[in-house]
């Protein structure tokens, strides 16, 4: 469900590697937006496969740094097929909300290799600000002599009940499915 994980490439204009006002593309094939919820018989693990951002990025000023990224909502895929047929309709209804967005709002470098990114999420036609925090990996050496650059993106669990994510109380009563929902992001934008 963690679609923002796109959103940490914003970082990157906060490396020393980056020009002033570079544009940077997520590589969805080399990036990871994973999720996992615990319940009753353990916890369930998914990701979403389909998802694109953009960040531009100025090393200058960081704090005009920007970040948009769009996730596929029916791209959620948990190894289980009916499981995921479920969650498409029932929770995500996907036909109404076809997408899960983040749009940077602010950009504020934490560290050398570190930033920390705030914007608009917006999952299940509900909108609220969360706090990305980026690292890059390997550091701006690694980067500079590479065509793309490597990020671990963290945030505080995510509440599905804030964005109307919910079964029936009953349902959820005998699974015992928390509402924290663990996102865990790996992301490689390759600059443009």
């Given at each position: 469900m963690?679609?923002?994980?796109?959103?940490?490439?914003?970082?990157?204009?906060l490396?020393?590697?980056?020009?002033?006002?570079?544009?940077?593309?997520?590589?969805?094939?080399?990036?990871t937006?994973?999720?996992?919820?615990?319940?009753?018989?353990?916890?369930?693990?998914?990701?979403?496969?389909k998802?694109?951002?953009?960040?531009?990025?100025?090393?200058?000023?960081?704090?005009?740094s920007?970040?948009?990224?769009?996730?596929?909502?029916?791209?959620?895929?948990?190894?289980?097929?009916?499981?995921d047929?479920?969650?498409?309709?029932?929770?995500?209804?996907?036909?109404?909300?076809?997408?899960?967005?983040?749009?940077?709002?602010?950009?504020?470098?934490?560290?050398?290799?570190?930033?920390?990114?705030?914007?608009d999420?917006?999952?299940?036609?509900?909108?609220?600000?969360?706090?990305?925090?980026?690292?890059?990996v390997?550091?701006?050496?690694?980067?500079?002599?590479?065509?793309?650059?490597?990020?671990?993106?963290?945030?505080?669990?995510?509440?599905?009940?804030?964005?109307?994510l919910?079964?029936?109380?009953s349902?959820?009563t005998?699974?015992?499915?928390?509402?924290?929902?663990?996102?865990?992001?790996?992301?490689?934008?390759?600059?443009q």
């Open positions: 963690k679609r923002i994980g796109l959103v940490l490439l914003v970082v990157a204009g490396s020393p590697i980056a020009q002033a006002n570079d544009t940077f593309k997520i590589d969805p094939a080399r990036s937006i994973a999720f996992k919820v615990r319940h009753m018989l353990g916890t369930a693990k998914g990701n979403f496969s998802f694109s951002g953009t960040i531009v990025a100025d090393r200058e000023r960081p704090e005009q920007s970040v948009t990224v769009t996730i596929d909502a029916a791209s959620i895929d948990t190894g289980i097929v009916k499981r047929e479920h969650l498409r309709g029932e929770l995500f209804n996907v036909a109404k909300f076809p997408e899960i967005t983040f749009k940077s709002r602010r950009v504020k470098q934490t560290g050398t290799n570190a930033g920390e990114i705030i914007g999420f917006t999952m299940h036609g509900v909108t609220r600000a969360i706090t990305l925090n980026v690292q890059l390997g550091g701006a050496d690694a980067a500079a002599k590479n065509a793309a650059s490597h990020w671990r993106v963290t945030t505080a669990p995510l509440r599905r009940s804030q964005f109307g919910v079964f029936s109380k349902a959820e005998i699974s015992m499915i928390a509402d924290e929902v663990a996102v865990d992001i790996e992301i490689e934008a390759r600059r």
